[in-house]
């Protein structure tokens, strides 16, 4: 399975976690299912893309594109909240800091980190101020 997505209420937070050999479409597809998981959710929800377990990410400069469109109508679909992205692999995090700067500044955070840890503590903690982009 490329992805599996889980809720925590009482964090209001959504895990998405991604391994093994992933193509832009399974990336596009975790999106599709996170945002279609968070319909109707008003309040403030916190997503984190588990990338530890990611053996190879094969994207074109199209699919690319596309993972970039998904992922900034999810940004304002749920404008309030935070986003993290935890990636060990040198490449993945270099993915994963591109879809950050790229994202809309429209004042939801946005940060990649290298351990879960790391991600859900500025994920679920609003008086930890945001990482710079």
């Not at 391994?19 to 968070?38: F, M, N, W, Y």
């Not at 929800?45 to 900034?72: F, K, T, Y």
């Not at 692999?89 to 955070?109: C, E, H, I, S, Y």
């Amino acid at each position: 399975m490329p992805h599996a997505v889980d809720w925590s209420p009482e964090h209001r937070l959504v895990t998405c976690r991604i391994g093994g050999h992933v193509s832009g479409d399974a990336v596009c597809a975790a999106i599709d299912e996170v945002a279609t998981r968070l319909q109707g959710e008003d309040d403030v929800v916190h997503v984190c893309w588990d990338a530890r377990g990611l053996e190879s990410l094969s994207v074109s400069p199209a699919e690319l594109a596309h993972i970039v469109q998904h992922m900034n109508r999810f940004t304002e679909q749920h404008p309030r909240g935070r986003t993290a992205i935890v990636a060990t692999r040198l490449v993945d995090q270099t993915l994963a800091q591109l879809l950050v700067l790229k994202g809309p500044a429209n004042g939801r955070g946005r940060s990649v980190f290298t351990t879960m840890d790391e991600a859900i503590a500025w994920v679920v903690n609003p008086s930890v101020p945001d990482v710079p982009r």
